[in-house]
């Protein structure tokens, strides 16, 4: 790991003043260390830019697959990662607390991956029907591509808005492509197939099969884990992040210990086999927990129903009767 050679690296500064300017305290978990991240691999990247940047040529003739891992997380110069980080910033902010921690996560590693191979895919098509290899010997490197992939999640998730792109305003559903476009034309040097890559994981992702396919993976993996560890590893479990009725969302979602009590008691009905299952679970840790002091409700609200309360009450009585 070679550290980068020192310049006026104002952009860096200028990241750091944002980001001290919105707080610390402010920037959820997730979306800070990601930040973080690449921050870090900008002043210790893991290798040269051109040996991170991804290509046709490098990452599928020469089998450099590493590449689609590295790629997202390094950039050009102070400038590339300020911007892209500035944006990262808001966009993560707002995301990770509509989609919960560990699905942003998820999300950012999926995109991240899949924003390379579309672009791979791209640049390959064009190498094809143009019989040109200069396409396939492009190298890209950054965030922006995943930047792009964000942009279509937030507005899909905040639509009918008005989004200023470079000043001219803009309605939210045509915000990405319209910024594609200027992009492109304002700044040459950018990779126009890069960030249409993004848009087009972005669309996968809400209009298309990418988000139930990794609904499946993520239930996959919870029920294997369910199934290998022990019981009790579910008792501080909180939000998936990706769990509810299957229903799409509109605008921000705050889960609070009394809104999930009334939405378990409520609707349970509406949750799918896995929540019930985990609703289960935990109920039944929490009864096997319990003495003859109440103790004080389990986290996220998965209370007993009054009736399992009122018939609790009646066996109590009946004891103290027969005591007598």
């Known amino acids: 790991m070679r550290h980068r050679s020192r310049g006026s690296q104002m952009g860096l500064l200028l990241l750091a003043s944002q980001v001290f300017q919105v707080g610390l305290d402010n920037i959820p978990p997730v979306t800070l260390a990601v930040l973080a991240l690449n921050v870090y691999l900008f002043l210790f990247p893991a290798a040269p830019l051109l040996r991170t940047c991804v290509s046709v040529q490098q990452a599928y003739w020469f089998g450099d697959w590493r590449r689609l891992l590295l790629s997202p997380l390094h950039h050009a110069d102070d400038w590339h990662l300020y911007f892209n980080m500035v944006s990262f910033l808001w966009k993560g902010m707002k995301l990770e607390r509509r989609l919960g921690g560990a699905w942003f996560l998820y999300v950012l590693s999926v995109f991240s991956l899949l924003t390379g191979v579309v672009y791979l895919v791209l640049e390959a098509t064009l190498t094809e029907l143009t019989q040109d290899n200069s396409y396939s010997m492009t190298c890209a490197v950054g965030f922006s591509g995943v930047l792009f992939a964000l942009k279509v999640l937030n507005n899909h998730y905040h639509p009918g808005g008005v989004t200023y792109?470079?000043?001219?305003?803009?309605?939210?559903?045509?915000?990405?492509?319209?910024?594609?476009?200027?992009?492109?034309?304002?700044?040459?040097g950018t990779s126009f197939v890069g960030h249409l890559s993004g848009i087009l994981v972005g669309l996968l992702y809400t209009s298309g099969p990418l988000k139930p396919l990794m609904k499946k993976c993520a239930e996959f993996v919870s029920m294997n884990g369910y199934n290998s560890q022990p019981r009790a590893n579910f008792s501080a479990s909180g939000p998936s992040g990706y769990s509810g009725t299957g229903a799409e969302y509109s605008g921000y979602h705050h889960y609070s210990p009394q809104n999930t009590a009334h939405h378990s008691a409520s609707n349970a009905g509406g949750l799918t086999e896995e929540e019930q299952l985990e609703m289960a679970i935990r109920n039944s840790l929490n009864d096997r927990g319990q003495t003859s002091q109440r103790s004080p409700p389990p986290p996220y609200g998965f209370n007993l129903s009054e009736e399992q309360e009122l018939a609790e009450e009646v066996r109590l009585r009946r004891l103290r009767r027969f005591d007598r």
């Open 165 to 188: 792109v470079m000043g001219v305003p803009v309605s939210s559903s045509y915000a990405s492509w319209v910024e594609l476009v200027l992009i492109h034309v304002t700044s040459p």
